[in-house]
């Protein structure tokens, strides 16, 4: 089992910022692709930006110019730097690790419980 912990959300008036953080751990050798989704209320979870390793990042439209992820492979730690928040942004965002290299195998499909980001108008 690979466990995720997010933490560094809260409630930012607009054109603020936050700086999420997500923490994996569980054995892990080496982590390919760290994500950060974002679920607003009554919307469907959307991908806001991933970061494979080695590779470059890819993001959302909606985030482009905005936010920025980042990862430290050493610490098997990833970043979501979110800058110029909009009331749109509110929503909870939820840490994704995938393709997960463990001592005991491959583990996809991992998520954490989520970090509440209030934007303020």
């Known amino acids: 089992q690979v466990q995720l912990v997010e933490s560094g959300g809260g409630l930012v008036q607009t054109g603020g910022s936050l700086r999420l953080s997500c923490v994996a751990s569980?054995?892990?050798?080496?982590?390919?692709?760290l994500a950060w989704y974002r679920q607003a209320p009554g919307k469907q979870r959307e991908l806001a930006e991933t970061?494979?390793?080695?590779?470059?990042?890819s993001f959302a439209d909606s985030v482009k110019g905005r936010f920025t992820i980042s990862r430290d492979n050493a610490k098997n730690t990833v970043y979501l730097q979110m800058n110029s928040l909009k009331p749109e942004d509110t929503a909870v965002y939820y840490c994704?690790?995938?393709?997960?290299?463990?001592?005991?195998?491959?583990?996809?499909?991992?998520w954490g419980q989520g970090t509440q980001v209030t934007v303020s108008s």
């Open positions: 569980g054995s892990i050798v080496v982590v390919e692709l």
């Open positions: 994704n690790a995938d393709r997960v290299l463990t001592t005991r195998g491959i583990v996809s499909g991992s």
């Open positions: 970061s494979t390793r080695g590779g470059s990042p």
